[in-house]
């Protein structure tokens, strides 16, 4: 690959250039269409669909427990070790995120407060085909399930072939209630309206092809969502001491998601600069999905040497990335350079793979730059908060004034009437 | 208005018939439209439409601080004093909201934690005409604020007469930065993309009509939003010793905000609904937005008598209303029964519009049944997080084998290697 230098402008234009145009219009109508088909004819309408986007006729969508039991009796020992593991460590780190409400009585006669409470259904998409990843059903369904979410609702596209063992095992694992064969767009409608056999779910999280994410998209706010989930993508720090096998490892973990993703080295050494791309080059030769990485690197990846650090973190923070990797000498001293960015691995050991998997931390993350004000999935995204308040007379005596002035400024006369009736009888 | 009673679903069967339907295909396309010229021709895009919609020609959309300092000095005293006393509660209370990061070194070679940032600019939309709130400038600047929001930019429409003095003191009081007079989608459009003369912002905030919510949704992702507002809507939950009087002023006080309005009361007690039917009619033949909170009632509101306090707080839940008056005996004890609620005001004294404008909770709510899955306005709005990771050698050795397992099962290999390279040189 080409090593490109320049300012930060021209690096920024550079990048901007690479960016993954998203065409949504083009499905837009067809989404809603079948959004309208299932709002109308619920279970037939998703089963019409499944026929003909997943060439399956369906006459049930649930999956029995009988069948998630044997598909997790049919999983591999070490696979069952692994995913228990990793759910040890999702929810070791999920907890910490658990938030309580709070009480605030210190004003005379006035007690306010927060409740936090769980969303009570919540439904998680899993996509199809070969990103039918046992580890998202951990990653969506453990958080939710610390949140203290009642009824976890899994679906994912029914498959002629059966869907994985481990899918299923990794859904019995993280607690999942129910699961359905059901997927694309038609799956978001049914899940957001409920249907006969599915049921209603308060929010929808999980990524998704495109259908799947302009559906989301359309129903917020008949239903709430968790992010919408673009290309996948890694920046990696690195600097004089970083070792380019290992960078040259994680950046092609990233780019053999699809040729969509984004894998970019910012270095201030120019020698590791040339030997990651030395290394790229002779791991590319024996990876299985060398032509999904080869096309990625190509139009989206990107070896950059800088000055000097600063210009480093600048260029990191204009591009928000959903992972970051600081391979740099005291990488922990370097958090507070961190503005935007989903998860951040810090030091040659923490592997970004290691973070999808193992580590705790969740994977579904800020993609395309929005780690600018999105967040990382977590315990957060399945509660809500319910404030409350209360006023003795004597308390509202004292701020009741104020009250109405600033209704009557703002013209909402019955807004000032309700406090002064509680003071006086009306006209 | 007539008294309403039978069995729970008969009672939501008969609700749901009022719900107001909101038609947002028509606008679609314009907003669209609108979205794209902005996009493309930026301020003069933005201030063709401004002539057209607000009728007025600008040459600059920004308000200088000389102006906004007019405004204060030309605010009543009693105004500025209402204002200051409204920050002080809304800031003491969002205060407890504040959230810290973690970090978890609890495991033998490993550092996990999370990073909680302060989105860096914010665009807080204050509608025109007779919803132009100054109440609402300090609801939704305040949080912003307390979280570290670096950059604060009000939007609200132009106006051939001017705006509001005290619209401009509650921005002056409330902290905000900077304030342009632009409005509808063409705002939306301007704070999402940025033009040469309007910054590009993070996250738009902040309630609107069909065109601003219809833009807010549409650029979704490319920029975060709170949440899609409806119509507002009360429900008081009533037994024998609540006051009628002070439940009709609750009552009409969310009538009179537009006629779309949905004030519910639901009473253990028949004679306390009787009594709150005529405490209305009393009430409603002074009020000056009268015409407004009858067509309101007649078209949105209801008086329920259910059998017990069950079927109460079942219907209040599956209303899920934005604000809900709890008027029963012992309010406070009933908090557990709360499931699905925007904002709380427990006992007598706190009305609701005491929440509105001074209380400290937010004002910002889930409407419309979506108290089921979003919260109220807060600080948590205006952060995000960053998830963090280390790990030395020999903690990534323990855990090596279940994600190279879990890698391979999913059928990515370079994931795997991202492990291996990092214990053995690769072929």
Redesign the interface.
């Known amino acids: 690959m080409e090593i490109i230098k320049g300012d930060l402008n021209f690096l920024l234009d550079t990048l901007e250039k690479q960016q993954a145009a998203v065409e949504e219009d083009q499905v837009e109508a067809q989404v809603k269409a079948i959004l309208k088909e299932v709002q109308i004819n619920g279970d037939e309408a998703v089963r019409r669909y499944t026929e003909t986007f997943d060439k399956i006729k369906l006459t049930n969508f649930k999956l029995s427990e009988a069948e998630i039991e044997t598909a997790y009796q049919n999983t591999a020992p ?2 069952l ?3 228990e ?2 759910k040890e ?1 999702i929810e ?2 999920h907890l ?2 658990k ?1 309580t409400g ?1 009480i ?1 009585a ?1 004003k005379t006669g ?3 407060g ?2 936090v ?1 769980p ?2 259904t919540v439904g998680i998409y899993v996509p199809g085909g ?1 990103a039918r ?3 998202s059903v951990l990653m969506n369904a453990i958080p939710a399930k610390i949140a203290g979410v009642k009824r976890i609702v899994m679906v994912t596209p029914a498959d002629p072939a059966g869907l994985p063992d ?1 899918l299923l095992a990794a859904a019995k694992i993280a607690g999942v209630d129910e699961v359905y064969q059901i997927g694309g767009a038609q799956a978001i409608a049914a899940l957001a309206y409920g249907t006969k056999s599915i049921p209603k779910v ?2 929808i999280v999980g990524p998704g092809n495109i259908y799947v994410a302009t559906a989301k ?1 359309i129903l ?2 008949q ?2 969502i968790d ?2 989930a673009g290309p996948s993508e890694v920046v990696v720090l690195a600097d004089e001491q970083a070792n380019p ?2 960078i040259a ?2 950046l ?2 990233q ?3 699809d040729v969509l993703a984004r894998a970019i080295l910012i270095s201030t050494s120019e020698k590791v600069a040339i030997e990651v791309d030395a290394a790229l080059e ?2 590319l030769k ?4 060398a032509a999904i ?1 080869r096309q990625a690197l190509a139009n989206h990846g990107a070896l950059i040497v800088v000055e000097d650090e600063t210009t480093q973190f600048a260029l990191m923070n204009e591009i928000a990335p959903e992972h970051l990797e600081i391979q740099l000498v005291d ?2 001293s370097h ?1 507070n350079q ?25 994977h579904v993350l ?1 993609t395309s730059g ?7 999935l ?1 315990v ?1 995204d399945f509660i ?10 004597e ?2 005596a004292k ?1 009741k ?3 109405m ?3 009557i ?11 002064q ?2 003071f006086e ?3």
């Open positions: 070490n696979l070790r692994a995913l593991a990793a460590n070791s780190f910490k995120q938030q709070f605030d210190e006035v007690i306010r927060q409740l409470l969303i009570e070969t990843y046992p580890s481990s308060d929010k998209k917020f706010g239903v709430a992010m919408i096998a290992y490892a994680d092609l973990a780019a053999e998601h002779q791991q024996t990876l299985p999905r990485a990488p922990m958090l961190v503005k935007h960015a989903g998860s951040v691995f810090l030091g040659a050991y923490a592997s970004e793979p290691l973070g999808d998997y193992l580590a705790g931390p969740n800020p929005t780690a600018r004000f999105f967040s990382p977590g957060e809500k908060r319910t404030a409350f308040l209360s006023y003795t007379k308390a509202l701020e004034d104020a009250v002035d600033l209704a400024e703002e013209g909402l006369d019955a807004h000032a009437r309700a406090i009736v509680r009888a009306l006209d």
